[in-house]
Nanobody, 122 residues
Framework: QEQLVESGGGLVQAGDSLRLSCAGSGRSFSGYTMGWFRQPPGKEREFVAGIRYGGGRYATSVLGRFTISREDAKNTIYLQMTSLKPGDTAVYYC?????????????????WGQGTQVTVSY
């Protein structure tokens, strides 16, 4: 069964750092576009960052604070988050898609994890 499983979420204070991981299984996701999305309470799912060979793409709100990376040997991607703000509070999802670009829209991704909660307190 093909799946993505996120881990690393938790409760942190503003200014702290956190690293999320997303491990794939059931198929190799190397060569696929990988992305991180988040869904704040009461809001729609939004693009955070994506990565494909040749580069990454970030939402303006996280540029300079978050870094996406991948380790294909482990079929895993990461999201290093620094200088966290209460506005970063959300359920974070990883996703994989076949697009040769790094689309910021959820509809362009075919596999999704179950999500991990990140809560940033004041």
């Amino acid at each position: 069964q093909e799946q993505l499983v996120e881990s690393g979420g938790g409760l942190v204070q503003a200014g702290d750092s956190l690293r999320l991981s997303c491990a794939g299984s059931g198929r190799s996701f190397s060569g696929y576009t990988m992305g991180w999305f988040r869904q704040p309470p009461g809001k729609e799912r939004e693009f955070v960052a994506g990565i494909r060979y040749g580069g990454g793409r970030y939402a303006t709100s996280v540029l300079g604070r978050f870094t996406i990376s991948r380790e294909d040997a482990k079929n895993t991607i990461y999201l290093q988050m620094t200088s966290l703000k209460p506005g970063d509070t959300a359920v974070y999802y990883c996703a994989a898609g076949r697009s040769v670009l790094i689309p910021p829209t959820p509809e362009d991704y075919d596999w999704w994890g179950q999500g991990t909660q990140v809560t940033v307190s004041y």
